[in-house]
């Protein structure tokens, strides 16, 4: 059974700190992304992680903010995020990331809450 759990969301002041934790099982060697929706808005990719940890990517709204890794036993992905403003506030969401003829999230969470604000 393939499942992904968000944790790690909670409210902070702007300019605070959060690591986000996306606990899998069911499944080994996919990449994983971030994705966050703010209330009334779309979906928007934070970041990508590779399955083997050899790569990241960032949006440029994020680089130099936050940094994904993954756990040692690879059941655990993390994404620390600093240097937090009010428009970080949305529910964050972990993906599993799959190919065929091209990348896509098969897999998503129940997402995790986050509210920047004092």
């Known amino acids: 059974e393939v499942r992904l759990v968000e944790s790690g969301g909670d409210l902070v002041q702007p300019g605070g700190s959060l690591r986000l934790s996306c606990a899998v099982s069911g499944f080994d060697g996919h990449s994983l992304s971030w994705v966050r929706q703010a209330p009334g808005k779309g979906l928007e990719w934070v970041s990508f992680i590779g399955g083997h940890g050899d790569t990241a990517d960032y949006a440029e709204s994020m680089k130099g903010r936050v940094t994904g890794s993954k756990a040692n036993d690879k059941t655990v992905f993390h994404l620390q995020m600093n240097r937090l403003t009010p428009d970080d506030t949305a529910v964050y969401y972990c993906?599993?990331?799959?190919?065929?003829?091209?990348?896509?999230?098969?897999?998503w969470g129940q997402g995790t809450p986050v509210t920047v604000s004092s």
């Open positions: 993906a599993r990331v799959g190919y065929h003829h091209g990348y896509y999230m098969d897999y």
